[in-house]
């Protein structure tokens, strides 16, 4: 599915900016961050604990469907805490850009989205995932643990240059 390209702008106006770049040349490209999402060998994950805390753990990131993807096990702290309250920022520091992404992170039940997060993995991670019934088990392991893939929907995202003084918002 094509989604469209969200709305890029300075994260900062010349009111509140210095020492950033007012600069709308110095504006990233949505194209850049996508890169940085799906190059990211892993990512800092911030949940939301059913009494409100924060978690943050990192995971390996994939692209598939056009979002950021990622696995869990459904009974670990990430998992019960999504299954509570999708809202997540996944955190991805890059060689030219650093990226803070939050979104609403759901299950991906649809066996044919499972089947292309699972292919995501192998190509990426070289981690096989079967598929049963709707299900997704690691059978490499003992007991075939059971995992669930999520797939995140992006609200907004923030991008910080390499240089330390360019910032871009994008605005889903």
Known sequence: MTRPTPRAELLFGEADATPMSTDPTTVKPWSEARACLRTAP???????????????????PVWADEAPCFAT????????????????????????????????A?????PAQQREVADAFLAKYQWGFA????SVHDDSLPGSPEYAF???TPLRAY????????ATRWRF
Do not use: F, I, Q
């Not at 598929?131 to 709707?134: A, K, Q, R, S, V």
């Not at 991008?159 to 360019?166: F, I, M, N």
């Open 42 to 60: 892993k990512a800092l994950l911030s949940t939301v604990r059913p009494d409100g805390r924060p978690h943050a753990m990192p995971v390996m």
């Open 73 to 104: 096990r459904p009974a670990s702290r990430k998992g019960r805490n999504l299954a509570h309250n999708g809202n997540c920022v996944l955190t991805v520091t890059g060689p030219e850009l650093d990226l803070v992404l939050e979104g609403v």
């Open 150 to 152: 999520y797939r995140v």
């Open 106 to 110: 759901v299950l991906v039940r649809d």
């Open 131 to 134: 598929l049963h019934d709707g």
């Open 159 to 166: 991008g910080y240059g390499s240089d330390g003084l360019t």
